[in-house]
Nanobody, 125 residues
Framework: QVQLVESGGGLVQAGGSLRLSCAAS????????MGWFRQAPGKEREFVAT???????YLAASVKGRFTISRDNAKNTVYLQMTSLKADDTAVYYC???????????????????WGQGTQVTVSS
């Protein structure tokens, strides 16, 4: 399993931007499909974005056009650039790594075997 540590969360006004980072341990980071999920109070964890080992990415409809996922394999890091933030984006954001094989992307919580501790994003309206 890979160890994941998120950073970059915080409080931002609606319309603002944040960049989340997720640093991973291990020498095989480049082989993993990585994902970002979020969980708001009282709601289930939901898919936000994913990127395969080949760089193919997919975003949830609710964030498409506002969020971008990218990875830097040399730094063992995956990023989530968030722009035009809305109050509905308020949640704890989690980074995840899939052990299913990295050439595809996955959108289900059950597809991911390693999770970070989460970072809080709060958007004030």
């Amino acid at each position: 399993q890979v160890q994941l540590v998120e950073s970059g969360g915080g409080l931002v006004q609606a319309g603002g931007s944040l960049r989340l980072s997720c640093a991973a341990s291990g020498r095989t980071f480049g082989q993993y499909t990585m994902g970002w999920f979020r969980q708001a109070p009282g709601k289930e964890r939901e898919f936000v974005a994913t990127i395969s080992s080949r760089g193919t990415n997919y975003l949830a409809a609710s964030v498409k056009g506002r969020f971008t996922i990218s990875r830097d394999n040399a730094k063992n890091t995956v990023y989530l650039q968030m722009t035009s933030l809305k109050a509905d984006d308020t949640a704890v954001y989690y980074c995840a790594a899939s052990g299913r094989g990295g050439i595809y992307y996955y959108t289900g919580v059950a597809d991911y075997s390693s999770w970070g501790q989460g970072t809080q994003v709060t958007v004030s309206s």
